[in-house]
C-alpha cells in the first residue's frame, strides 16, 4: 500500500492516469488470454472472442487465399478467418487447404480462379503450404510414412478439378 501511494501519489493527476493506462493494457490482456479462442475441426476453421464475436470459414466453401505478414487469411464470401499460425496449431488446416488445392479451384494471392497462371500459382502453394506442414511436424512425418506419402500426394497437380 505505502508503495503504490509512493508511487501514484503525484498531486499533478498525472500518475492516476498512469495507473488506469496501466490498469486499462492489463485488463485488455488478461480479457485476450481468457475469452480468446481459435479452433479447427475436419470441415472449418474459426475464431471467437466470449459471446461477442465469432466467424468460421467452412473450407469447402473457401473463395480465396490471401498470404499476409506471419498469417495466412481465408475468405468464405464476406467472411474472413486470419490463420495465425505463430498462436495455434493449424496444421489440419495446412492439410484440408492442400486437400480443397486438389479439389477445386479458388483465388489465390494475385491470382484469380480464371487465371491462366492460375495452376502455376496453386503448384507454387501446394509446395509452400506442404513444406510448412512438414516443417511443423517433422517427427510425426518421419516416424509416419504413409502419412508422409499422403502429404506427399497432395503437392501433386490434379488432372482436373470440380469448378
Same mark, same amino acid.
Given at each position: ?15 492516476? %492516469? #498512469? ?7 492489463? &485488463?485488455?490482456? !488478461? ?7 481459435? =479452433? +479447427? ?46 498462436? %495455434? #496449431? ?7 487447404? &492442400?486437400?480443397? !488445392? ?7 494471392? =494475385? +491470382? ?38 499422403y502429404l506427399n500426394s497432395l503437392t501433386e497437380t490434379p488432372a482436373?478439378?470440380?469448378?
Open positions: 500500500m505505502a508503495l503504490a501511494i509512493l508511487i501514484f501519489g503525484d498531486p499533478t493527476g498525472r500518475s492516476l %492516469f #498512469d495507473a488506469l493506462a496501466l490498469l486499462l493494457v492489463s &485488463l485488455t490482456l !488478461l480479457a485476450h488470454g481468457i475469452w480468446r479462442r481459435f =479452433g +479447427v475441426d475436419k470441415d472449418k476453421v474459426w475464431t471467437k472472442f466470449g459471446p461477442w464475436f465469432y466467424r468460421e470459414v467452412h473450407f469447402s466453401g473457401i473463395t480465396r487465399l490471401e498470404g499476409g505478414i506471419q498469417r495466412f487469411k481465408l475468405y468464405e464470401s464476406g467472411t474472413m478467418v486470419n490463420v495465425d499460425y505463430q498462436r %495455434f #496449431d493449424y496444421s489440419l488446416v495446412y492439410v484440408r487447404l &492442400l486437400e480443397e !488445392l486438389q479439389k477445386r479451384r479458388f483465388g489465390l494471392p =494475385g +491470382v484469380g480462379v480464371d487465371s491462366p497462371d492460375w495452376d502455376m500459382a496453386a503448384q507454387q502453394w501446394r509446395q509452400t503450404i506442404a513444406l510448412r506442414l512438414y516443417k511443423l511436424q517433422k517427427k510425426y512425418y518421419d516416424s509416419h510414412p504413409q502419412s508422409l506419402e482436373s478439378y470440380i469448378n
